[in-house]
């Protein structure tokens, strides 16, 4: 059974991954930013025989990753999925920039995956082999020119794309497979109401796709259906 390290795992597609991964016996590390206020969460991990422990982590803040990585120690970690993420500010678009937002959402979406990655490597070493997956989207494929919403957005997550991208081969070196995801147009806090699946849809497609991954098909843009998306 393999040790799963999720970040936003308190609702959405990081809850419904959380659910995913502990109902087939997986030991999930659960990383959310408030424990007080994941009550779904709390209510799997009261669950007698799934094993799903919460851990306190704020991917934007230095000291919050430090206390994580003092938590673990040396603890080996098999998957890690670089879930949380944010769709950033109101105005994001050519005629009305919030900057500010802007950075914030470069924050969460592109240096919290990699400041996570970062301090979990030693975990991830010490499993052996071990997997990556970084929840992106497909609005980040250069591949693609339709859209001219969600600026900030699309930038933090094609950046995070070129990051996982440009890190996979000094991965691979140490065993560690790299994958970036577009989890499908999800019913989730970011992707509204109307959205095509819902978020136990998404993390199925997700948790088949982090199934058959490997150091051959690293880097990988993968869609939620396990197909090929362009970079
Ligand atoms: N839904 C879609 O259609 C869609 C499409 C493409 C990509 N995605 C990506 O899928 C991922 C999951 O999003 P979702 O759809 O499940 O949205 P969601 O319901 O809004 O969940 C976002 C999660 O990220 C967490 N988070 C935000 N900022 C954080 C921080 N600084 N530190 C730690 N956790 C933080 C949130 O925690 P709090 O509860 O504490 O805020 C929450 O758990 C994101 O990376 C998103 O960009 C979603």
Redesign the pocket.
Do not use: C, F
């Given at each position: 059974m393999a040790v799963v390290f999720i970040?936003?795992?308190?609702?959405?597609?990081?809850?419904a991954l959380t659910w995913g991964f502990a109902d087939r016996g997986d030991t999930v590390l659960a990383?959310?930013?408030?424990p007080d206020?994941a009550p779904d969460l709390k209510r799997m991990a009261a669950m007698p025989d799934k094993h799903i422990e919460i851990l306190t982590?704020?991917?934007?803040?230095a000291a919050s990753i430090a206390a994580l990585k003092a938590t673990l120690g040396q603890r080996p970690i098999d998957i890690l999925v670089n879930?949380?993420?944010?769709?950033g500010p109101e105005h994001q678009t050519l005629a009305d920039m919030d900057y500010d937002g802007w950075l914030t959402t470069l924050?969460?979406?592109t240096l919290?995956p990699f400041r996570v990655l970062q301090a979990l490597l030693d975990n991830l070493k010490a499993a052996g082999n071990a997997y990556v997956m970084t929840?992106?989207?497909?609005?980040a494929s250069f591949a693609s020119s339709r859209g001219s919403d969600r600026l900030a957005?699309r930038a933090s997550?094609a950046a995070t794309n070129k990051v996982m991208q440009s890190v996979a081969s000094d991965l691979a070196a140490m065993n560690i497979a790299v994958a970036v995801a577009?989890?499908?147009?999800?019913?989730?806090?970011?992707?509204g109401r109307n959205?095509d699946i819902s978020?136990e849809q998404?993390a199925a497609g997700l948790i088949h796709v982090i199934d058959r991954m490997s150091i051959i098909h690293s880097p990988r843009f993968v869609n939620y259906d396990g197909s090929s998306i362009a970079w």
């Open positions: 970040t936003g795992a308190n609702r959405g597609i990081g809850l990383a959310v930013r408030a206020k982590l704020d991917v934007t803040d879930n949380a993420g944010v769709i924050e969460v979406n919290g929840i992106t989207s497909r609005m957005y997550k577009h989890p499908g147009w999800v019913q989730t806090g970011i992707g959205a978020a998404s």
